[in-house]
């Protein structure tokens, strides 16, 4: 079963917008970290932000955040005054099992974000 | 201060030979991961070593191996390359091998390998 499900492929906004990129999770871990990731087209994976299971709040990094809503298991992502430079691949990304005696991220299949002038 | 370096940035392979693919974690970081990310994917857990030992390993075949070095520099091995190896490479590194919930994985920029 698929852990990460991103169901928007390709999104458009445009510039100085805001916009939302859709995430939901399934994991059975009550301790799990959620995160966002941007990849140019030159391929590095760009940390955005992150949300710990046990966070009361939700994260947010300069124009992004991250609406969290643990009972429905998504995690969106929210970039506000959006600018040419975020038109990237956008992939969420879960790890779990903190208990776990190794660190694997699980990668969604990612949202290409073009932003438009 | 240096981020994760991967070297080649770029290598072509013929069917049936063997590659190695190298990576330089952040000064300081202990874990380093290997990802396979196939063209139109999400990239896909292939280890994590940490501390020079494997601590956890993604469903790849055997012909997939790696490796961890006194100075914490790693080198992925893929023997028997198959077209379907083609992919972009990622080498992430973090300071822990787990616990701290927000500890971040640091990515390289990739190794494209195309297999022909």
């Known amino acids: 079963a698929q852990k990460i499900t991103q169901t928007q492929p390709g999104m458009f906004v445009q510039e100085k917008e805001a916009v939302t990129l859709d995430c939901t999770y399934d994991?059975?871990?009550?301790?799990?970290?959620l995160f966002w990731y941007k990849q140019p087209s030159s391929g590095e994976m760009i940390f955005l932000i992150y949300?710990?299971?046990?966070?009361?709040q939700n994260a947010t990094e300069g124009r992004y955040s991250l609406n969290f809503q643990k009972a429905r298991k998504s995690a969106n992502l929210v970039i506000s005054a959006s600018q040419l430079g975020d038109s990237a691949m956008y992939f969420c990304?879960?790890?779990?099992?903190?208990?776990?005696?190794?660190?694997?991220?699980?990668f969604g299949p990612g949202t290409s974000l073009s932003v438009i002038p | 201060d240096a981020g994760v370096t991967q070297s080649p940035t770029h290598l072509i392979k013929t069917r049936g030979q063997h590659v190695t693919l190298r990576c330089s974690p952040i000064?300081?970081?202990?874990?380093v991961s290997w990802y396979q990310q196939v063209l139109g994917q999400g990239p896909q857990f292939i280890f994590q070593y940490y501390e020079k030992e494997e601590r956890g390993r993604g469903n790849f075949p055997d012909r997939f191996s790696a490796r961890q070095f006194p100075n914490y520099s790693s080198e992925l091995n893929v023997n028997a390359l198959l077209l379907g190896d083609s992919a972009l490479y990622l080498c992430a590194s973090s300071l822990s091998q787990q616990g701290a919930r927000n500890t971040e994985a640091f990515f390289g920029q990739g190794t494209r390998l195309t297999v022909v």
């Open positions: 994991t059975s871990d009550p301790s799990y970290g």
């Open positions: 000064s300081g970081h202990k874990s």
């Open positions: 949300q710990g299971s046990y966070d009361q």
């Open positions: 990304a879960m790890r779990e099992g903190y208990e776990t005696s190794y660190d694997k991220v699980i």
